[in-house]
């Protein structure tokens, strides 16, 4: 069965470090996002991409980035890790025909400290 | 900027009984998603709305797109406690090409 994975499930990190979290699809959708959810703001949207090469910035991308380099995996950068930026972490994908339908990930829980 | 207000954000309740949430917003969306998450897990979609007015169920819930496309709500008959869980509403703005705008969730509760 198709799937949307992510690692690590849970991690703990230093401010300034770069961490990355991984997102990996077998759906074989063009279309993939990255939010965080915290409590009192939601979901919201940090990056998102429509295909391999393409990237895009979302509401809250500051700190963040993402590359694509095929079309199952959109890694999520923290640059210089800061404590703002302890938050659950999902990655979705969708397929180009419908956008709006997104398939979740279960989630990476990041604290730093 | 909040386009989406879901209410209520609370909702505690006895198996058996119905509710309503409710997901208003001042912008029109192309389409409306409603999503279910449980403790630990990602949201799993229940349902797309698409046209004004439009009416779907799915088993004891029933989701309707206001007339504007402005608003929606979900109505569970007869809750259970399996439909324990935290409902998100996510609109999408024409030509957004899957850019989703989520309320912050109504965290609904159901006591046997």
């Known amino acids: 069965d198709a799937e949307i994975t992510q690692s690590p499930r849970h991690k703990i990190t230093e401010t300034g470090r770069q961490v990355t979290l991984a997102c990996h699809q077998t759906w074989n959708h063009n279309n993939m996002f990255w939010y965080r959810q915290d409590l009192g703001h939601g979901l919201r949207l940090i990056h998102y991409s429509y295909g391999v090469q393409d990237t895009n910035k979302g509401e809250v991308s500051d700190g963040y980035s993402v590359s694509r380099s095929n079309t199952e995996d959109l890694p999520l950068t923290l640059e210089s890790a800061a404590s703002s930026q302890t938050s659950v972490y999902f990655c979705?994908?969708?397929?180009?025909?419908?956008?709006?339908?997104?398939?979740f990930g279960p989630g990476t829980r990041l604290l730093v400290l | 900027t909040q386009l989406l207000e879901q209410s209520p954000q609370f909702l505690s309740i006895q198996e058996g009984e119905n509710l309503t949430v409710y997901c208003n917003s001042s912008?029109?969306?192309?389409?409306l998603q409603w999503y279910r998450q449980e403790p630990g897990e990602g949201p799993v979609l229940l349902v797309t709305?698409?046209?004004?007015?439009e009416v779907k169920k799915l088993k004891r819930l029933t989701f309707q797109f206001g007339d504007a496309r402005k608003d929606s709500s979900l109505h569970i008959t007869a809750a259970q406690t399996g439909d324990t869980g935290l409902y998100l509403c996510?609109?999408?703005?024409?030509?957004?090409?899957?850019?989703?705008?989520f309320g912050k969730g109504t965290k609904l509760s159901v006591k046997p």
């Open positions: 709305v698409v046209t004004g007015g």
């Open positions: 912008s029109v969306f192309s389409s």
């Open positions: 996510a609109g999408a703005r024409g030509g957004s090409q899957g850019n989703l705008i």
């Open positions: 979705a994908s969708s397929p180009v025909n419908l956008p709006e339908t997104q398939y």
